[in-house]
């Protein structure tokens, strides 16, 4: 079965909301970017990213399936449960091969302009600094271009 879509939804994270709202799921990867309004999402969104104890029912959900929470810093926003920015921005770069790379330059683009043109307040893992190192740039000069 098939989850609702963001069609019909003001935004994303009225969406998020109505599908993983109290769940025992955390959003992650791209749905955290969403959720914490770092990225404005696709049109048309289909696809949510969890961490998740089990699989539930709805196939346009990815679970990455932990034992535990233990050890995944989110965050807990009126029932759903999100990656912290940390998290996120960590996750994403740990597994930057199989990801879209967009939603993550987005994201750091907003922090970095959110934060005075600055990336201090985050934390980078150290095997997830050259991956950094590598966007970085690009996010500072993202709205710059086209």
């Not at 949510?48 to 929470?69: G, L, M």
């Not at 921005?89 to 967009?102: G, T, V, W």
């Not at 005075?116 to 307040?121: L, V």
């Amino acid at each position: 079965m098939v989850s609702l879509t963001s069609e019909g939804f003001i935004n994303t994270r009225d969406w998020h909301r109505a599908i993983v709202g109290g769940k025992g799921m955390i959003l992650r990867r791209t749905s955290a970017l969403e959720f914490l309004e770092l990225f404005s999402g696709y049109m048309n969104g289909k696809e949510i990213d969890v961490y998740a104890k089990r699989r539930y029912e709805y196939e346009n959900i990815t679970y990455c399936i932990v034992d535990t929470f233990d050890g995944i810093n989110y965050i807990d926003s009126g029932g759903v449960l999100c990656t912290t920015i940390n998290q996120t921005i960590n996750d994403m770069l740990a597994d930057l091969d199989s990801i879209d790379e967009q939603p993550l330059v987005e994201a750091l683009s907003k922090y970095y302009f959110t934060h005075d043109k600055s990336f201090t307040d985050l934390t980078i893992l150290p095997e997830n600094i050259e991956c950094f190192s590598n966007l970085k740039d690009w996010a500072i000069e993202y709205y710059n271009e086209g």
